[in-house]
């Protein structure tokens, strides 16, 4: 019979090699997407400041766009938006 092990029993995380979370794909967890309505962007770069992952990518023109591999649906980018050109909607619409 096996036995829980408490959490004294645990390795520590290892870092196998530095820098490899881009070669992780976490998009497939969310529920909601973020939608960007170009029309209504005012290039003020909030959602690429605030997105606490590598998913909103920023051209040199200041405009940006959403990357879904990486998205995790936060609705964080969405709710700092002045000009409302995010919407969230659920994951297989839009």
């Known amino acids: 019979m096996s036995r829980l092990l408490s959490w004294k029993d645990l390795s520590a995380p290892v870092i196998a090699e530095a820098g490899n979370s881009v070669l992780y794909k976490t998009g497939?967890?969310?529920?909601?997407?973020?939608?960007?309505?170009?029309?209504k962007c005012i290039?003020?770069?909030?959602?690429w400041f605030y997105c606490p992952e590598p998913a909103i990518k920023r051209h040199e023109d200041d405009s940006v766009e959403i990357d879904y591999d990486y998205c995790k649906g936060c609705g964080i980018c969405a709710n700092e938006?002045?000009?409302?050109?995010?919407?969230?909607v659920e994951e297989g619409v839009g």
Do not use: E, N, Q
């Not at 290039?43 to 959602?47: A, F, G, N, Q, R």
């Open 81 to 88: 938006c002045p000009a409302k050109a995010i919407t969230m």
């Open 43 to 47: 290039k003020c770069l909030l959602c």
């Open 28 to 39: 497939g967890w969310r529920a909601l997407k973020p939608v960007l309505d170009y029309s």
